[in-house]
């Protein structure tokens, strides 16, 4: 059995007033059985990791580069997150891909470099409206989830994947679960094809996830938790969601 996972991604919102209130307001509804993590934006990492040491709820960071070090100005390497505490960090964010132009082998390399500093990565992967529109769903989430598996081999098991369909992101349209589970199942068995233990492995959805419809979603088989969003940024709201994952 799969223990689910609920991880907030904060994107480019927060103040240190704003993540001092979120934070509390989370550990005091917590704990909840299942796993739960946020991602915040990097200038408030450090200070995420120093409020929530001793709680359950871990954290990560929304990227990191696919280089090591060196003369990349503007980039956070994996080392630099790993040194202190962080657990996962998401890679091939739809938004990324989309407004920095990220390829799937640069998305993989990342995944890559994640995981040679022993943080879970997880891979986003998802179809536009357009893509959906024209029957592409099956093609374009499998493309890019080979990119991975190729470059990840064997590793492939230990990363996260969320599946997000771009029309559903901030947009109110959530994927049905059954629409959801399709696009699961599918990359389950992708993964199983290059994996043994993709039994074990964990596929989040994420795509305006509520309050109000994340029981559906979390209760299909091959959904394991989700990736959330605006409902992240307020106590109350994760809280719901991750109470429903639980
Ligand atoms: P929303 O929950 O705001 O739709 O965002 C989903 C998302 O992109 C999480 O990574």
């Given at each position: 059995m799969r223990r689910k996972l609920v991880v907030g991604n904060w994107k480019m919102n927060g103040s240190h007033a704003a993540n001092a209130e979120l934070l509390a307001g989370l550990q005091a509804e917590g704990p909840w059985v299942a796993e739960v993590a946020v991602c915040a934006p990097f200038p408030y990492l450090a200070e995420v990791a120093l409020s929530l040491q001793g709680s359950p709820i871990a954290w990560g960071a929304q990227d990191c580069s696919a280089?090591?070090?060196?003369?990349?100005?503007?980039e956070v390497g994996a080392a630099m997150l790993a040194e202190?505490?962080?657990r996962y960090v998401i890679v091939g964010h739809s938004e990324r891909r989309a407004f920095h132009q990220e390829s799937d082998q640069l998305v993989a390399d990342k995944a890559k470099a994640a995981l040679a500093h022993r943080l879970t990565p997880i891979v986003c992967v998802g179809e536009t409206l357009a893509e959906r529109d024209a029957g592409q769903t099956t093609a374009v989430v499998k493309r890019q989830m080979s990119a991975v598996i190729h470059t990840l081999a064997h590793c492939i098991s230990q990363v996260v994947v969320a599946y997000e369909p771009v029309w559903a992101i901030g947009t109110g349209k959530t994927a049905t679960p059954e629409q959801a589970q399709a696009v699961h199942a599918l990359l389950r068995a992708q993964l199983r094809a290059a994996s043994e233990h993709a039994g074990d492995m964990k596929i989040l959805y994420g795509g305006s996830v509520k309050a109000d419809n994340a029981a559906s979603l979390f209760s299909?088989?091959?959904?394991?938790g989700g990736l959330i969003g605006?409902?992240?940024?307020k106590a109350g709201d994760f809280a719901a969601i991750c109470r429903a994952a639980s």
């Open positions: 280089h090591e070090s060196g003369a990349y100005t503007g202190f505490g962080c299909q088989a091959d959904i394991d605006g409902a992240s940024l």
